[in-house]
């Protein structure tokens, strides 16, 4: 199975999100060197992810007209031009370089949309659904794997080169991609199942339509999962400061938990398969939301270290669970428009979790706002095991019936 997808979605999915990890420690700098104000450069965060939540639905009703694999190209050649666009900016500046740079990021951004709801529609229309939990993993975790290596590879290009070179490295990985999409031989058994599987569909299954209150039910845990992932490194980062850490420990403290994460990942993905996705979206949330209430209950390096251990054990087992259950969820016909709506409750958690933590940390003290995002993780366990059997995901299947693709 992860042969199958390997060259059309897993390789070109890992160079865009090296590209993408490199870019965004550099971001907020790039901006900077070409003027901004550090508010508004720290705006220009927010409004990408604004701009993403408005043009999730429009892009998703674009991907059903023009298809998978033809959304995919396109999203990234409209990648690599716009980054070049920003490398233009940063190489030659003048008036109006801050401009044009802060467009190139609106207008990639649209396109990166694409290319997520386009690759996790073209895997959700070619595998099993008895496999679908470990293609989901590796696709969620081939962008995991790229933004570990991003930020690595941008940080030995600054050592010699200036911040546009970060970009022209964006561009060569995002150019690569594209070229993958092209390549014949390395897509035919893709694009052959692809096409077997929607011939196969039967009238009855070109029929079913979407479960809307199970996809309201189980989108409400996977926000609080969305909102507990985004405050997790700005935690980490001040829980560090809170107990004397410098920066070089905490980036290091940061890297083994993605260690962890990615060593996860793959048992994660077994076990969404086998057991069901239920029952690992509400063990990922309980696990992960000790690892928040551990850290204030040992206010020490040594429970430091176990917290972010055991928050990276809960986030690895639960990699991929979100677009698992969005592929679980979504209908034969129309699903990229569907998981373009299922894409909302991530975005609005993603928003919403920064303010919400700010909004803690004014009003009450650090202690606090680790025990509030441990305590929504929790509750998020708690919403989806009461109403697990309402919404009545995949269960998952034994190895036999497995092995028989039953």
């Known amino acids: 199975m992860l042969r199958l997808i390997f060259w059309p979605v897993l390789a070109p999915s890992f160079l865009l999100g090296v590209g993408g990890g490199a870019l965004a420690p550099v971001m907020v700098l790039a901006a900077l060197e070409l003027g901004a104000t550090d508010a508004f450069a720290a705006a220009i965060v927010s409004l990408t992810g604004a701009v993403a939540l408005l043009v999730t639905v429009p892009v998703g009703m674009t991907i059903d007209r023009l298809g998978d694999k033809r959304t995919m190209a396109l999203a990234t050649a409209a990648t690599a031009a716009l980054t070049v666009l920003a490398v233009v900016a940063l190489a030659y500046p003048g008036p109006a370089s801050l401009a044009i740079f802060v467009a190139s990021l609106v207008l990639r951004t649209p396109a990166m949309v694409a290319w997520s709801l386009a690759r996790q529609a073209s895997v959700a229309d070619t595998v099993p659904a008895v496999h679908m939990g470990q293609a989901m993993t590796a696709l969620g975790g081939t962008m995991r794997a790229g933004n570990l290596v991003g930020p690595l590879a941008g940080a030995a290009l600054l050592v010699w080169f200036p911040i546009w070179s970060v970009y022209v490295f964006a561009t060569v990985t995002a150019i690569l991609a594209t070229a993958l999409l092209f ?5 035919s058994a893709f694009d052959a199942e692809t096409q077997r599987s929607r011939a196969s569909r039967t009238e009855e299954e070109r029929a079913i ?10 989108g409400v845990a996977v926000a609080t999962l969305t909102i507990t992932r985004i405050a997790q490194p700005i935690l980490i980062a001040l829980w560090g400061v809170h107990l004397g850490w410098n920066p070089a420990q905490i980036s290091l403290m940061v890297a083994v938990g993605s260690a962890i994460e ?3 990942m793959f048992p994660g993905g077994y076990l969404k398969d086998v057991i069901g996705r239920s029952p690992v979206l509400i063990i990922c949330l309980v696990v992960y939301g000790a690892g928040f209430i551990m850290a204030p209950l040992v206010p020490s390096t040594v429970g ?18 979100n677009m698992t259950i969005g592929a679980d969820l979504s209908p034969p016909i129309g699903r990229a428009r569907f998981l373009s709506i299922w894409a909302m409750f991530s975005q609005v958690g993603a928003l919403g979790g920064p303010l919400a933590i700010s909004a803690i940390l004014v009003a009450a003290t650090l202690p606090a706002a680790m025990f509030v995002t441990g305590g929504i993780a929790m509750a998020g366990a708690a919403w989806m ?3 697990a059997r309402r919404v009545n995901l995949p269960r998952g299947v034994g190895p036999r019936r497995r092995e028989a693709g039953e």
Do not use: E, K, P
Not at 209 to 218: F, I, T, Y
Not at 304 to 321: P, R, Y
């Open 262 to 264: 990615l060593v996860l």
């Open 304 to 321: 430091f270290i176990a917290a972010v251990a055991v928050m990276s054990i809960g986030n690895g087992l639960g990699a991929g669970i």
């Open 183 to 187: 390549v014949r031989r390395l897509n």
């Open 209 to 218: 339509g979407v479960r809307w209150g199970a996809v309201g039910l189980a």
């Open 385 to 387: 095991a009461v109403w």
